[in-house]
């Protein structure tokens, strides 16, 4: 994968197959530290002790419909390439945390990607999830809940095409801000 948005989406998707009904994804960026951590936590089903020691290994999956899986051990591995590290925390029935960090200016660090339509695709895409998106650059802080904003819709599509300009437009002008500091 390209962008660490990649990544991000495939992390926030399995938790979704994993019955999430909430999903939080955080990214600090720790400019005087040279740190980049990036937390996905779901309440989905979780993993036992052996599948979260087995999920590093692209040869373990919990998909049916294929015996590979590349998401984790490709996060882990770009992670430790940039002089840093990928955990995983789970419990059966509570949920999953996968925590990244990468050195921020490490060379061959990728770059984050679009975060904006990158969480746009996820809200669209399962609306019945319960989003929190946070982004933050040193002490600058940007957060997205989605549900304030579907519950003042009050039955609305977020597919709308003026709820969808919106919230793009939010998000943008929101990572921007915080982007520029």
Known sequence: MRELVLHILDIAENG????????????????????????????????????????????????????????IPLFKAAAEACNGFLTINSELGVGTKVFVRFQLDHIDRM???????????????????HWIFRYQVDELVFEFDDLPIKQELEGVSLTDPSVLKFIREYLEEGIQDIQAG
């Open 16 to 71: 979704v197959a994993a019955g999430a009904t909430l999903m939080i994804i955080t990214i600090f960026e720790n400019r005087k530290e040279n740190w980049l951590d990036i937390n996905i936590e779901d309440n989905g089903k979780g993993m036992d002790a052996e599948m979260v020691t087995k999920i590093v290994d692209p040869f373990v999956t919990s998909r049916t419909t294929r015996r590979v899986g590349l998401g």
């Open 111 to 129: 770059p984050l990607g679009d975060l904006a339509n990158t969480i746009l695709t996820l809200l669209i895409g399962y609306q019945e999830i």
